[in-house]
């Protein structure tokens, strides 16, 4: 009797230890400590599982909106193309025929080659129909009558960009003086022999020499062919044959 009763004692002592000892809960064998983690843990994997579908939710919703939107505009696309009017192609055979005439009303209207390199001209001022000539040593224009044979034909050579015009007889090249008038004594292609070309809207070209850091178009002066100042800045140029004028030139390939 008395070993039942000190045993009985001796549970109660270690049930009231094991409730007032930190570490233990409800008689349980795990730490308070770690059964607060396991808790803790549980709760995280719910809110990241919660926030996963939630976003998950988002991406399916927003494809689903994407692709419905992509359907409407290929439809909204065919249907504008159902309705679009047909457009008949005229055979080739018309086209050809409008091109070719185009071609012959710009040809009747713009007579003059284009001036090429490597390809030999008659140089006929516009307004005349004189021929730019070479005469003894000197420059003129003459009339297409008074034919001089290869004299009157001008060779188009492309040197360093520059364009450059060497008579077919001579040998010589194009250019000017000192004082700037045209002449045709150079067998050598160099900075007074350099001409560029440029095409006036209405027809024709102008031919310009280098002036310094000018460009000054060939005209009349003093009752010779020279380059001169008109037309420098532009604007209005006095067209002509006369004196202070410049001259329109066409190029007649041959």
Same mark, same amino acid.
């Given at each position: 009797?008395?070993?039942r009763?000190?045993?009985?004692?001796?549970?109660?002592e =270690?049930s %009231?230890?094991?409730?007032?000892?930190p570490? $233990?809960?409800?008689?349980?064998?795990?730490?308070?400590?770690q =059964?607060? =983690?396991?808790?803790?843990?549980?709760?995280f994997?719910?809110? $990241?599982?919660?926030?996963?579908?939630f976003?998950l939710?988002?991406? #399916?919703?927003?494809?689903?909106?994407?692709?419905?939107?992509?359907?409407?505009? $290929?439809?909204?696309v065919? %249907?504008? %193309?159902?309705?679009?009017p047909?457009i008949?192609t005229?055979?080739?055979?018309?086209?050809?025929?409008?091109?070719?005439?185009?071609?012959?009303n710009?040809?009747?209207?713009h007579?003059s080659?284009?001036?090429?390199?490597?390809?030999? *001209?008659?140089?006929?001022?516009?307004?005349?129909?004189?021929?730019l000539?070479?005469?003894?040593?000197?420059?003129?224009?003459?009339?297409?009558?008074?034919?001089?044979g290869? =004299?009157?034909?001008?060779?188009?050579?492309?040197?360093?960009?520059?364009?450059? &015009?060497?008579n077919?007889?001579?040998?010589? &090249?194009l250019g000017?003086? &000192?004082?700037?008038?045209?002449?045709?004594?150079?067998? #050598?292609?160099e900075?007074?022999e350099?001409?560029?070309?440029?095409?006036?809207?209405?027809?024709? $070209? *102008?031919?310009?020499?280098t002036? &310094?850091?000018?460009?000054?178009?060939?005209?009349?002066?003093?009752? @010779?062919?020279?380059k001169?100042?008109?037309g420098?800045t532009?604007?209005f @140029?006095n067209n002509?044959e006369?004196?202070?004028?410049v #001259? @329109?030139?066409?190029?007649?390939k041959?």
């Open positions: 009797m008395r070993n009763l000190l045993d009985r004692h001796n549970t109660n =270690s %009231d230890y094991m409730s007032s000892t570490g $233990y809960e409800n008689n349980s064998p795990i730490p308070a400590t =059964s607060h =983690s396991h808790t803790s843990n549980s709760i994997k719910k809110k $990241y599982q919660k926030l996963g579908i976003v939710t988002i991406i #399916v919703g927003l494809l689903s909106l994407y692709m419905a939107l992509n359907n409407d505009g $290929y439809e909204s065919a %249907d504008n %193309d159902s309705n679009a047909t008949y005229p055979p080739s055979t018309i086209i050809a025929d409008e091109n070719r005439q185009d071609q012959d710009q040809c009747s209207h007579s080659s284009v001036p090429w390199p490597n390809f030999t *001209y008659l140089i006929r001022a516009s307004s005349s129909g004189r021929l000539t070479l005469d003894s040593g000197g420059i003129t224009l003459a009339k297409p009558g008074d034919n001089r290869s =004299s009157i034909h001008w060779k188009c050579i492309e040197v360093k960009g520059w364009l450059h &015009f060497q077919a007889a001579s040998g010589c &090249f000017h003086k &000192f004082w700037g008038d045209l002449t045709c004594s150079s067998r #050598v292609a900075g007074w350099r001409f560029t070309v440029r095409p006036l809207p209405e027809g024709g $070209y *102008y031919l310009s020499l002036h &310094f850091e000018r460009l000054w178009k060939v005209g009349i002066k003093d009752g @010779v062919l020279a001169i100042w008109e420098e532009g604007g @140029v002509g006369g004196e202070g004028q #001259v @329109v030139w066409e190029f007649t041959v």
